[in-house]
């Protein structure tokens, strides 16, 4: 059977960056928040509405990707949109979709194309099944392009929340960023070894994104004293031991590199370490996070991390990387994947 591996990875980022204090300048609401210090998130970016959107961003990441991949646009197969957000400027749109109008603008002409929303689990759930489709010898080659323009829920959160126990107070810790990956057929050691997720529907409720019934904002409400309680930490850890048991091999047997979380908060990824290593029974392996740097930048979160560590020459190729999604819906899983030089 035919193995995939991540061949390349590109990233976009706004022009404009702030530090989370000159963010909540903004606030209307009266509201008072010590956000950087419970969270750790000390910068970010934030598209500028009149020149940049979804579809921008979108592009450029795509773009970057493909100029370390060895490929042209018209090489790929298939184009994957796995982020949550709008295109064209900032109305809702679903045809075109995302993935279709960013083919038709870097000049994929070859490729077919769609968008997946799974809240921040896009992008694996767009690398689970472009992983496939390489299994299955359907496709030679395709990308996952991952556009995040949520600083726009951060916009309602200024308008409306009141206290570090609104359920609006996770919106404080969002960002804007793209990611785009090239997966192809496995050359050697490089691949990716599985990747598998679950959803938990009982607990959708806990984050629900929707139009505000007081301003004309998109808002975020969150739980997340239930979200982050060690149940649904540890989910992941049961999860990705149930998943090595099929394979007949535990986490101490995989033996990785490194991890990487989604980047909620850097508390938080403390804390999903700890529960991986209360679960399988071994210490974690060193993770990688900028948290602090760029914020919870939603289902581009992961590869943004990578992307960040490659661009500083501070991960080798041959690396073992286990990356673990955690969305709202609940959405959990696992990937574990060699990589090679994937940033050029």
Known sequence: MNRSRIRALGAALPAGEFTTNEVLQRMSSGGEFDVERITGIGHRHMVDRTEEDTLTLGVAAALDCLAGSGYDPADLDVIICGGTTVHDGFRMVFEPSAAGEIARRIGAVNATGYDVANACGGTMTGIYLLDNLIRAGIVRTGMVVTPEVISPVTEGALAEAVDA????????????????????????????????????????????????????????????????????????????????????????????????????????????????????????????????????????????????????????????????????????????????????
Request: glycine share 8%; hydrophobic share 45%; proline share 5%.
């Open 165 to 344: 126990r609104d359920p609006q107070f996770a919106a404080l810790t969002l960002a804007d960023a793209a990611v785009a990956v090239v997966l192809d057929r496995a050359v050697g050691d490089e691949a990716v070894h599985y990747i598998d997720m679950i959803t938990c529907a009982e607990y959708s409720p806990l984050c629900i994104a929707k139009p505000s019934d007081n301003t004309e904002n998109m808002i975020m409400l969150t739980d997340n004293l239930t979200m982050q309680a060690a149940p649904r930490r540890e989910t992941w850890a049961k999860f990705h031991r149930d998943v090595l048991a099929k394979n007949g091999t535990t986490f101490a047997d995989e033996d990785f590199d490194y991890i990487v979380f989604h980047q909620l908060g850097v508390g938080f990824t403390e804390k999903l370490a700890e529960s991986g290593s209360k679960i399988h029974g071994v210490p974690m392996p060193p993770r990688l996070a900028c948290v602090e740097k760029y914020g919870n930048t939603g289902a581009s979160t992961h590869f943004l991390v990578l992307h960040d560590y490659l661009s500083r020459g501070l991960i080798a190729p041959g690396s073992k990387i286990c990356f673990v999604p955690t969305a709202s819906g609940m959405v959990f899983g696992v990937l574990s994947a060699t990589i090679g030089e994937l940033v050029k």
